[in-house]
T-cell receptor, first 114, second 115 residues
Framework: DVKVTQSSRYLVKRTGEKVFLECVQDMDHENMFWYRQDPGLGLRLIYF???????EKGDIPEGYSVSREKKERFSLILESASTNQTSMYLC?????????????FGPGTRLTVL | AQKVTQAQTEISVVEKEDVTLDCVYE???????LFWYKQPPSGELVFLIR??????QNEISGRYSWNFQKSTSSFNFTITASQVVDSAVYFCALSEKDSSYKLIFGSGTRLLVRP
């Protein structure tokens, strides 16, 4: 079974804090993705990684950075959290490469920035 | 530009009714994949189906069925005899050969099935 886990289901942080969201997959997948979900907007891609230490910007990378030091772990970093980053964050990982693969999602982290 | 439109923001039905969720997509690619995901109140996105652009055959899986029509760029999802457990947000998504890593999501349709 495909298994993607995220470190927290709910997180509350203050404006200006540095925030780390962690995603782990135990299936030796190359690709990992971070999405943000907001009502009425669906899911939007923030960043993705296609190998260790490799990353590419998605559609809305501003205010975020990522880190992939090990194949199984992909971290999303909010350098200085702001209230407009209050959202649901979802990590995903497909088994292979390319557009044919199904992305399997983690349970999500609901982040509130006060 | 690629785009997925789910015009129905919210649908409410009574249990045992049939319901169809609409999905319209735009793409310039001739090779692409379409997906449906379910997001129950727990929050995790659950994969339901994947369909490639060369396979227009309709698919049925239990109470779920999907109608893919390239002529109208639609990939609609029907739940027959809906149940309360079907209550969720449903997302349609598109991936294209020319954007190999990217999944484009619609804005989602919230389905509420009342007992």
């Amino acid at each position: 079974d495909v298994k993607v886990t995220q470190s927290s289901r709910y997180l509350v942080k203050r404006t200006g804090e540095k925030v780390f969201l962690e995603c782990v997959q135990d299936m030796d997948h190359e690709n990992m993705f971070w999405y943000r979900q907001d009502p009425g907007l669906g899911l939007r891609l923030i960043y993705f990684s296609y190998d260790v230490k490799m990353k590419e910007k998605g559609d809305i990378p501003e205010g975020y950075s990522v880190s992939r030091e090990k194949k199984e772990r992909f971290s999303l970093i909010l350098e200085s959290a702001s209230t407009n980053q209050t959202s649901m964050y979802l990590c995903a990982s497909p088994p292979g490469q390319g557009f044919t693969d199904t992305q399997y999602f983690g349970p999500g982290t609901r982040l509130t920035v006060l | 530009a690629q785009k997925v439109t789910q015009a129905q923001t919210e649908i409410s039905v009574v249990e045992k009714e049939d319901v169809t969720l609409d999905c319209v997509y735009e793409t310039r690619d001739t090779t692409y994949y379409l997906f449906w995901y379910k997001q129950p109140p727990s929050g995790e996105l659950v994969f339901l189906i994947r369909r490639n652009s060369f396979d227009e055959q309709n698919e049925i899986s239990g109470r779920y069925s999907w109608n893919f029509q390239k002529s109208t760029s639609s990939f609609n999802f029907t739940i027959t005899a809906s149940q309360v457990v079907d209550s969720a947000v449903y997302f349609c998504a598109l991936s294209e050969k020319d954007s190999s890593y990217k999944l484009i999501f619609g804005s989602g349709t919230r389905l509420l099935v009342r007992p």
